[in-house]
């Protein structure tokens, strides 16, 4: 009985270590930032090599104001393959504050990415999108 205990053991040990080895940074946490400080506010295409279609899913965003007193604080973010935001598209959401506040929104499951992601926000804010990349 002791033999079997102790071979257990040794192997939920050796999991462990293999597990711990190929742990990856691609299942950390990674953010994206788009600021529109400056100029007319718009939608971005954030490239398909940082948020990758089939591989990433969004955990969550927020927005906030780029600069205290900087107006309507309001953006969208959408599953789209270019910035022409189509009635087609899968909207993620859809939030604005306070040009004091940040607004954020955290999905309990993370969303899949199928085409790209397209962030619509108002000039004088700040969206950042939080992401992770799926192991192949």
Not at 32 to 55: D, E, N, R
Not at 64 to 81: L, M, N
Request: with cysteine.
């Amino acid at each position: 009985m002791k033999r079997l205990l102790s071979l257990i053991i040794i192997a939920a040990l050796c999991f462990a270590g293999y597990l711990t080895a190929n742990a990856s940074d691609e299942q950390s946490l990674l953010t994206y930032t788009i600021s529109k400080s400056s100029g007319a506010g718009g939608s971005t295409l954030i490239p398909i090599t940082t948020i990758i279609p089939g591989k990433s899913r969004i955990l969550g965003w927020d927005v906030g104001p780029a600069v205290t007193g900087s107006g309507v604080v309001a953006a969208s973010i959408h599953d789209a393959a270019n910035t022409t935001i189509a009635n087609t598209t899968t909207q993620f959401g859809e939030l604005s504050c306070s040009n004091s506040t940040v607004a954020e929104k955290w999905y309990a499951y993370p969303r899949g990415v199928s085409s790209g992601i397209v962030v619509n926000q108002a000039n004088g804010t700040v969206a950042t999108v939080y992401y992770e990349n799926r192991l192949p």
